[in-house]
Structure formats: structure tokens, C-alpha cells
């Protein structure tokens, strides 16, 4: 038997989260709204920018009870209400945790990868549950109705790199309000390098000049996630050169790498003697 009451709990707070200004502000509205109608947010953006984390931090700060459901494990409509089991030659209906969620006052329900279910048909029953009825009948349980306060946060990566997913029916997108998440502003990623990898202010400006500049590069079609400048400072912080940080963090082809590393060069006036001696460890 799920213990509900265990499993729905308030997150616990990242003091190292960071968040723009005018996203705040958007949901701190989205909240007050939800007191008086349900609300729906779509949160999108480039990988490892802060999504999921979002999603728990809204939680924590708005002191509500969370669940996160994994859309990519759907196989077929009606899994996230519950399924059918067999237990000593009998077959009973094992109820979720998904209804259970929904079903509590103030919940946070995180869809994490919306647009990664095995089969579209998988998400029928949203249309229900994302609905301003918010309720649903599910033949085993009866009418499922949503509690008030409850509040649905969608998360998902958009294009064609991305294998698995699929565009977002538009039926569906429309019963959601929408954050995209940007690269954070230079000082305030640089604050979250400091902070989270211990890496020094000139180290994490070094690092993160360099990752702009593959940002900013429409040639290389490279996307360097917030997730990726913390892999590498971590390791510019362990006393990792830049140039070895960039190789171990970022999956790149031959071409590009050397590309890369000769722009290392030329901005540190590294030489190829300098290469072998580690020069660009930044511990000096």
C-alpha cells in the first residue's frame, strides 16, 4: 500500500538556486492565481538550464507538497491513475500515487519530459485533468476531482537533438501558461559557478568567456548547458586546466575540439611547450 502522505512532501530549498527577476515575479502571480482557478505552467528551455529545479523551488518557497511522474515511463493511457495487478491467481487495481497527488490541497504535480511518452495516447487523460473542470472519471475509482490550489508543472526539451520526443499535441500546450528558461546573465551564472563548485572569481570568468563564445558561435550549432559550465568548473576547481575542463566536459567532434582549443590558445597565448606542462592550470 502507497503511503500518500510520505511520498507528498514540501522540497527541501537549494540555497544555491537562482532565478530572473521577472520570472519570479511571473510566479509569484501564478501562485496568487491559483487560489482562484487552477493553473497550468509549461516550463521549457535548453537542457540543464534549471527546469526540474524550478519546479522544486516554486514548491519549497510556496510551501507545497510535490510529486514528480517520469511521462517517458507512460506506455498507455490511464498508467498514471493506476493498473491492474495479479496477486495469488486474482487481479485487483493497484491505485498511484498520481491521483492520490491530485487529490491534495496546494500540490505541485511535475509532468517531467511531457513530450517523451511512449504513446501519444498515453497523455489522454490531461486533457481532462489540465481542464478548468479538473476532474476525471476513472472506472475503478470512480470521479477523480482535483483539489484547489493544485497546480501542474509541465517540463520538456524542444528539437530535433533531442531522440524520443515528439512535438506537443497543441490542444494539450494550450491549457498551459509558459516560462523559457535563457542561459542566465554572465554575473549571475559566474555567481552560480562560485557557489556551487567553490571555483574563484577569475577562474569562473575565464570559463565562462569561453563558454559564450561557443554559445554565441552559430557555426559550431553547440548548446553549453548551465549543467555543462558546472562540469566545468568543477573541474577547473579540482585544479583541472581549462583546456582539459572543456575536452572531459563537452562531447564534441575532432574538428571542433581543436577549433575550440586553438581559440584557448590564441586568448591565452598558451603554446604547444605550454600544452605540455599544464600552463593553463588555474591554481597561480
Known amino acids: 500500500m502507497i503511503d500518500a502522505a510520505n511520498q507528498l512532501k514540501i522540497p527541501r530549498p537549494d540555497p544555491n538556486f537562482f532565478i530572473l527577476k521577472e520570472d519570479k515575479e511571473n510566479l509569484d502571480r501564478f501562485s496568487k492565481m491559483s487560489e482562484k482557478h487552477p493553473v497550468n505552467i509549461l516550463t521549457t528551455g535548453n537542457q540543464g538550464c534549471g527546469k526540474s529545479s524550478l519546479v522544486r523551488q516554486f514548491a519549497y518557497i510556496y510551501k507545497r507538497p510535490m510529486a514528480t511522474f517520469q511521462v517517458g515511463l507512460l506506455l498507455e493511457a490511464g498508467q498514471l491513475f493506476g493498473q491492474q495487478r495479479l496477486k495469488s491467481g486474482e487481479t485487483y487495481y493497484q491505485e498511484f500515487l498520481f491521483p492520490k497527488a491530485i487529490q491534495t490541497p496546494g500540490c505541485v504535480i511535475h509532468l517531467e519530459e511531457i513530450n517523451r511518452s511512449e504513446s501519444p495516447h498515453a497523455l489522454n487523460e490531461l486533457f481532462s485533468v489540465l481542464s478548468e473542470d479538473r476532474s476525471i472519471w476513472i472506472d475503478e475509482l470512480g470521479m477523480v476531482q482535483a483539489a484547489p490550489r493544485v497546480m501542474f508543472f509541465a517540463t520538456m526539451n524542444e528539437g530535433d537533438e533531442f531522440s524520443g520526443t515528439d512535438e506537443l499535441d497543441e490542444a494539450l500546450k494550450d491549457r498551459f501558461y509558459r516560462i523559457h528558461l535563457e542561459y542566465l546573465p554572465h554575473n ?46 568543477e573541474l577547473v576547481a579540482m585544479g583541472s586546466s581549462l583546456r582539459e575542463a572543456l575536452i572531459y566536459s563537452l562531447q564534441i567532434s575532432k574538428d571542433t575540439l581543436e577549433s575550440l582549443l586553438l581559440s584557448i590558445q590564441v586568448e591565452t597565448g598558451e603554446t604547444e611547450a605550454d600544452r605540455g606542462r599544464h600552463i593553463l592550470y588555474l591554481r597561480d
Do not use: F, G, Y
Open 188 to 233: 549571475v551564472e559566474k555567481e552560480v559557478l562560485i557557489r556551487k563548485t567553490s571555483v574563484d572569481e577569475t577562474k569562473a570568468d575565464q570559463i565562462l568567456k569561453m563558454i559564450n563564445r561557443i554559445r554565441n558561435n552559430d557555426q559550431l550549432e553547440m548548446s553549453v548547458s548551465i549543467r555543462h559550465s558546472l562540469m566545468i568548473a
